[in-house]
């Protein structure tokens, strides 16, 4: 079995900073009800800002940015973004002033992630546009950023949930970690299930799959639970995004290429719309609070958990498979207005 007996040396002249604090636990869960084996990869854990799998992105974005000699940082996301969260953290710890640009109109008492958005001291720029309008979020990102810009604040501009090529080197580091920790347990892995919109995690995680399939290292096939309408239909196009990852790395292994047939996102779990709830996200919810003690969110993990439930459920997964899913974080929202499913 292969090992990167160096993940600096991967990493060689690549831009980046330390916001994690280590590698984060593999953990044992439960049986599923078809009788497979539940692993949680506890990507909620990454410390920074309450946790999070964004902040793995932000290692690599902020790198570019503090590289580029960057004053301010601006990002986008929906009203209760957990990467406009972390990215207000990541800016507190590097001294970047952050600026967030947020679906929705100013509250009159914040709560959930915008609680703390204002706590890491970012400044939040409401756009009155609904969570899904993602195009209508870019264009003011982009007139936010020429205005700081224009002001000599000198900004470094991150797209909707860090999803760029510089991005997704971070969970090309989360897949290889993962890979190691199943090698280490002796754990043969079905498959790697994760929640997906924006697309530059499910990048990363494929990428890393194709290094440690190269390296022959543990390399199971990654599943993505898409939770938005752009990444279900093909947007952006996830085998491209890792294929400009992958490019990135001077000391890639000779040979590493994702595929399309790589890049498996499943769109049945997404309901009516993005941050739009739906029963079966619900019942994931409540059924890993009550079974393993993870708090899920209902915009991104929670759907993801029903997916993997379900996909059990449908026979995908039997007695003697072991299934992992990475924990994305989410647990600040869950304190905003209607962030928890009835109990």
């Known amino acids: 079995m292969g090992q990167i007996g160096n993940l600096d040396d991967l990493l060689t002249g690549v831009d980046r900073v330390n916001l994690v604090p280590g590698v984060t636990p593999l953990e044992r869960g439960p049986l599923l009800d078809s009788g497979a084996q539940l692993w949680v990869k506890r990507d909620d854990l990454t410390g920074l800002g309450v946790g999070g799998n964004k902040v793995r992105k932000l290692e690599f974005l902020c790198g570019a940015a503090v590289a580029a000699g960057a004053r301010s940082l601006v990002t986008v996301g929906a009203a209760q973004s957990n990467h406009c969260r972390m990215t207000a953290a990541a800016g507190a710890l590097l001294g970047l002033e952050v600026h967030l640009v947020l679906s929705g109109e100013r509250p009159q008492a914040l709560e959930g992630n915008q609680l703390l958005d204002a706590l890491f001291g970012a400044q ?190 449908n026979g995908e997964w039997v007695s003697g498979d072991e299934v992992v899913f990475i924990h994305t974080g989410g647990v600040p929202s869950v304190f905003a207005p209607e962030g928890v499913p009835s109990l």
């Open 124 to 313: 939040m720029h409401f756009t009155g546009e609904p969570d899904h309008h993602w195009g209508a979020l870019e264009i003011v990102r982009e007139s936010v950023t020429d205005a700081l810009a224009a002001n000599g604040l000198q900004p470094y501009s991150i797209p909707i949930g860090g999803s760029t090529a510089v991005g997704a080197l971070g969970y090309i580091v989360g897949y290889l970690e993962l890979s190691q920790q199943l090698d280490e347990l002796g754990v043969t892995a079905s498959a790697v299930v994760h929640t997906s919109s924006s697309g530059g995690t499910h990048a990363g995680l494929v990428a890393g799959q194709a290094i440690c399939r190269v390296l022959r290292m543990p390399a199971p096939p990654v599943i993505a639970v898409g939770v938005a309408k752009g990444v279900v239909i093909g947007s952006p196009d996830v085998t491209v995004l890792a294929n400009e990852a992958l490019s990135l790395l001077p000391n890639c292994p000779s040979g590493t290429e994702v595929a399309v047939e790589d890049v498996v996102v499943d769109g049945d779990w997404l309901g009516d719309d993005y941050a739009v709830p739906t029963p079966e996200a619900d019942e994931a919810i409540r059924w890993a609070a009550r079974r393993g003690g993870w708090v899920l969110d209902r915009v991104y993990s929670g759907k993801g958990l029903s997916g993997l439930l379900g996909r059990a459920a």
